[in-house]
């Protein structure tokens, strides 16, 4: 059985990042270079799992080339997980926090949490145990 695992590196331009007009070391031309944020993702099977590293580069506007230059060298872009497998899982834990702390069913959450910790409930689970081995009792008296 073959398991297909991989990593993909995305490279999106910077809105409002640094730009810069040097000499590209790759291509040799005066070139203006562009600010990116480089996205590394992890792959099983073709799918987007986790992204694990988000760093910025300078790209060449003529070849392409990325570096890591003085204009972005310690800059850490915020490791977002939108696109992925741990992304969706993270919104549908987000969604379903919201879900439960608002509306109809946070109000009957909150009133279940009131009549737990007021003892409402234990004593109404206290009858219905009662009841429950009254019945059980009956039963096993009959069969015998
Ligand atoms: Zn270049």
Known sequence: MWIIIGDRSRTEPVAGGATARRPCP???????????????????????ILNHDARHVMVCGRCHAAFITDEVAG?????????????????????????????????????????IESGAVTEQLGDA????????????????
């Open 26 to 48: 790759k291509c040799g031309a005066m070139a203006t270079f562009h600010e990116h944020r480089v996205l590394k993702t992890f792959r099983l099977y073709f799918v987007d």
């Open 75 to 115: 800059r850490r872009p915020e490791l977002d997980q939108r696109g992925t497998v741990v992304g969706a899982l993270q919104g549908a834990a987000r969604r379903t926090r919201d879900v439960a702390t608002s509306g109809a069913i946070g109000d009957a959450v909150r009133k279940g949490r009131a009549a």
């Open 129 to 144: 145990a009662a009841q429950s081995r009254d019945a059980l009792r009956r039963l096993w008296n009959k069969r015998r």
